[in-house]
T-cell receptor
Framework: GNSVTQMEGPVTLSEEAFLTINCTYTATGYPSLFWYVQYPGEGLQLLLKATKADDKGSNKGFEATYRKETTSFHLEKGSVQVSDSAVYFCALRTSQGGSEKLVFGKGTKLTVNP | DAGVIQSPRHEVTEMGQEVTLRCKPISGHNSLFWYRQTMMRGLELLIYFNNNVPIDDSGMPEDRFSAKMPNASFSTLKIQPSEPRDSAVYFC?????????????FGSGTRLTVV
């Protein structure tokens, strides 16, 4: 079945450090890939997405490239801020037999210290 | 745009009681999803609707759970009777389309505690 594996957290960084959160997936067909962010006490927000191989999604300084050959969609940011502290979820979406599903990874908690 | 609106934000109830969670999707969105989030199991899709019709309820844990969408602007998730293991944050999300390129917009969630 379809699944997403992302790096275990928590991740703790200092402000302005480089961030990478790894995400790999298993899926039939050609899924769309997403990163969502969840701030404390809030719902998930779409951060960025990519719908086909080699696409790069970007938003708020975050980037992720859809790598079909390595089935990966790693999230990166060159210089994190305290306000980036949140839980980050990698997800994929396919349509199987007319039943679409957004499948999430378990989430990676990021804490950025000043 | 007010976003996806869920109510209540918090609910504390005693075991055996009926609980009803409510969701108002974004106007014009034709797909609606109910998720449950716990530390142990992460995010789980419970059920989703397309054009008010339930499409996939394979994630509904058992018959104690039921969901309805009587119109395009309202959905409920009911648990009867509730049990302590149902304690979780329940999210509703809506989406404009059914193809893979559309993301979801999530509500702020309902934190349910069953004591």
């Amino acid at each position: 079945g379809n699944s997403v594996t992302q790096m275990e957290g928590p991740v703790t960084l200092s402000e302005e450090a480089f961030l990478t959160i790894n995400c790999t997936y298993t899926a039939t067909g050609y899924p769309s890939l997403f990163w969502y962010v969840q701030y404390p006490g809030e719902g998930l927000q779409l951060l960025l997405k990519a719908t086909k191989a080699d696409d790069k999604g970007s938003n708020k300084g975050f980037e992720a490239t859809y790598r079909k050959e390595t089935t990966s969609f790693h999230l990166e940011k060159g210089s994190v801020q305290v306000s980036d502290s949140a839980v980050y979820f990698c997800a994929l979406r396919t349509s199987q037999g007319g039943s679409e599903k957004l499948v999430f990874g378990k989430g990676t908690k990021l804490t950025v210290n000043p | 745009d007010a976003g996806v609106i869920q109510s209540p934000r918090h609910e504390v109830t005693e075991m055996g009681q009926e609980v009803t969670l409510r969701c108002k999707p974004i106007s014009g969105h034709n797909s609606l999803f109910w998720y449950r989030q716990t530390m142990m199991r992460g995010l789980e899709l419970l059920i989703y609707f397309n054009n008010n019709v339930p499409i996939d309820d394979s994630g509904m844990p058992e018959d104690r759970f039921s969901a309805k969408m009587p119109n395009a602007s309202f959905s409920t998730l009911k648990i009867q009777p509730s049990e302590p293991r149902d304690s979780a944050v329940y999210f509703c999300a809506s989406s404009l389309g059914t193809t893979g390129s559309y993301g979801y917009t999530f509500g702020s969630g309902t934190r349910l505690t069953v004591v």
